[in-house]
């Protein structure tokens, strides 16, 4: 199990390193998003095959040979670093792995709690607003305070008047390109991996950077004048967030510190 933790910290780290030194910036939207779906499953399957194999078949036994290092040197302190614990225990009464599991299991119904209090914001959201069935898609208006968002085939507003109609027209086009792209497919994937690898930072850089993806996806076809577009993302990422789970305006590209960073992409896009 470590030597499977270190595989997919190495080709995580690896592939995001490669993505944001080389991709990030690129306009290539379908391959980045395809290239972080490819490199995260990557890091979840590889390490079920020995490390060793994969860079043996890729001709690179020089690594093969580091690795099979690295790994024997990890192993050994592990083991006489759990040697140690077990007689510490055994003098003291306290069993570490036990402790250890329980922080897992603990962290892991938090991360549950999480994601079911999200989905069951959704649920309320969609029971008590008001219900309509448009063309291509199901428009919930809440009556509350939040930057439109989409779910699926849903979409949640605040207040159809809150927007006029070259405003709507960008928050219908820019939401149904989330639910054709199926980018919501991707948020719950990269959600449960979260909960079974809360502890593991890579997963956050993963699912914040996807979402930047989507946003840029959906942002290509707003089909409006660029500055009134730019300008009605900014006074949208001013509102109240919406859950985890959903594509919102509010949502990752769109905080305070990237907003103009964001325009400058937009703008580069167009032209």
Not at 31 to 38: I, K, Q, V
Not at 73 to 78: F, L, P, R
Not at 206 to 234: K, M, P, S, T
Not at 242 to 260: D, E, G, M, T
């Amino acid at each position: 199990m470590p030597e499977q933790l270190m595989n997919t910290t190495a080709i995580w780290l690896l592939s995001l390193a490669l993505y944001l030194l080389l991709l990030r910036k690129e306009a290539f939207h379908g391959f980045n998003r395809a290239f972080l779906l490819g490199s995260f499953g990557a890091g979840l399957f590889i390490p079920m095959l020995p490390l060793t194999t994969l860079l043996n078949f890729l001709h690179l036994n020089h690594l093969s040979a580091i690795w099979e290092s690295s790994v024997e040197y990890v192993t050994e302190k592990a083991t006489s670093a759990q040697r140690q614990q077990t007689a510490n225990a055994a003098s003291s009464g306290l069993d570490w792995t036990k402790v250890l599991l329980s922080i897992y299991l603990t962290g892991l119904v938090f991360a549950l709690a999480l994601l079911l209090r999200d989905a069951n914001r959704i649920y309320r959201l969609c029971k008590n607003g008001k219900l309509s069935q448009e063309k291509g898609y199901r428009l919930v208006v809440t009556g509350l305070q939040h930057a439109p968002f989409s779910f699926i085939n849903c979409i949640f507003v605040t207040d159809m008047a809150a927007y006029t109609a070259q405003e709507w027209e960008m928050v219908v086009r820019h939401e149904l390109r989330h639910k054709q792209l199926w980018h919501w497919l991707d948020i719950w994937l990269l959600q449960l991996a979260g909960i079974l690898f809360w502890f593991h930072p890579l997963v956050y850089v993963y699912r914040r950077n996807l979402q930047l993806v989507h946003e840029y996806q959906a942002d290509c076809i707003a089909g409006a004048d660029q500055h009134d577009y730019i300008q009605f993302l900014i006074t949208q990422t001013m509102m109240h967030k919406a859950p985890a789970l959903v594509h919102s305006f509010h949502h990752s590209p769109l905080k305070k510190q990237n907003i103009y960073a964001k325009a400058n992409h937009i703008i580069r896009l167009a032209y």
